[in-house]
């Protein structure tokens, strides 16, 4: 690995304290699980300060790692493919054989603090390089580890980031699994957790494993069409606490006749970026946009689930209107379809996605965007608490997402660094981007540095 002045220094598997106690679990996949085969692995980093040279950063994160991944004995297991023969399928499940963790030290010693914290919000090309994941995909998850760490030590700072088989986790488990892993380094040594929780929900009436037709689980080759896809850039937009309480009270102010709906911060802040990103994709009028949500299904099912139990519990559901209404009809009414959408998922909406995508499993090579600019999709939370993760040395100080699904219209969605604010980075195409820094509509509501 080389590029944007990034060099491997080692790459070597973190496996388990005790692998041979990890279980031996096998875990099934549900129909949200292998919904995500053809996903690739979510990417996230966290940027800190430099550590004192005593600290010994690598050997300390090394070997924390190995406790945590004790804890988490998932991501230290491997994705098994299943032929039957019988009718030309196959099935996964996950073998938590304790085989371990991707590990990779690198060094980018001509790059600062202040090169990646660009004051205009734009996200340095050179930031892919600081991420682990090479064009994995979950279903290479049969011969790539389920969780890659990567250390990129900075001249002033270090890097951490992680990539994760969205079959095996989501952003809840992802980010519980980084905070234990800070606390066992910081402390020094393990701590008393809690036992695993597994999420342990399967329907009844789904024979397990499901069985996938060989073809839906075959790696798209690569696509010929995107030389043609203008390009897309990364962008960060700040929300300060403000920012937000106005933008929630413009949005509950115009849909006051809707009775005693009221939409949230969160839903009033997808709605201003959603009509706000439309505006400027050159769709036509009369064209359905989606705005794409990840739920989280936990507390949706019946009987709900423990809040932080482990795996991958959300899956991807959609707001549609045309670009006419979505344009004409204001903030408060795009907001009041997002938070009309979140509400319908419940038990019911649950087992019938199951039911039905069991039925008639196919379109898994589809992904989760648009090549035509008429999707946006809401990933990642700001309810996450990611400035809490100390390893010993002091607080992150950025978060970043990382190369993966991305489509024009994806919005990764992070808590700020001051309290009430939001972050969000973006991955747009150039020309929406540029038309969105002279939007005074848009920017009204956003704190540009």
Known sequence: MAGGGVV??????VRPVNSSQSGQTKIHLTPFDLSLLQFDYPQRGLLFSKPDSDFHLISRLKASLALALEIYFPFAGRLVKTENLEDNTVSFFIDCDGSGARFLHAEAKSVSVSDFLQPDGSVPDFMKYFFPADDFKSCDGVSVPLLAIQVTEMKDGVFISFCYNHMVADGVSMWSFFHTWSK??????????????????FLEGIDYPIHIPVSETERSPPNRELSSVPITKEWIFHFSKKNIID???????????????????????????????????????????????VVDLRQRVNPPLEKDCFGNMVYLTSAITTAEELLDRGLGEAALQIRKLVSSQTNETCKR??????????????????????????????????????????????????????????LSLFQGINEGSIDIQATLWDDVIVKLLADVEFLEHVTIA
Not at 247 to 272: F, R, T, Y
Request: net charge positive; aromatic share 6%.
């Open 184 to 201: 066992i380094c910081s402390s020094g040594s393990g701590f008393s957790h809690k036992p695993l929780v597994l999420k342990g929900w």
């Open 247 to 293: 933008l929630k009270a413009k949005a509950n102010s115009e849909i006051a006749s809707s009775g005693d709906l009221e939409v949230s911060s969160l839903q009033a802040v997808s709605a201003h970026m959603w009509r706000s990103i439309i505006r400027h994709s050159g769709v036509s009028r009369e064209r359905e946009t989606h705005c794409k949500i």
């Open 8 to 13: 491997l220094v080692s790459s070597s598997i």
């Open 353 to 410: 996605f199951a039911e039905d995508w069991v039925r008639n499993v196919k379109n898994l090579k589809s992904g989760i965007g648009s090549k035509v600019g008429d999707t946006i999709v809401v990933a990642s939370s700001p309810r996450f608490e990611v400035y809490n993760k100390d390893f010993g040395w002091g607080k992150p100080i950025a978060i970043r997402a990382g190369p993966s699904n991305s489509i024009s219209g994806k």
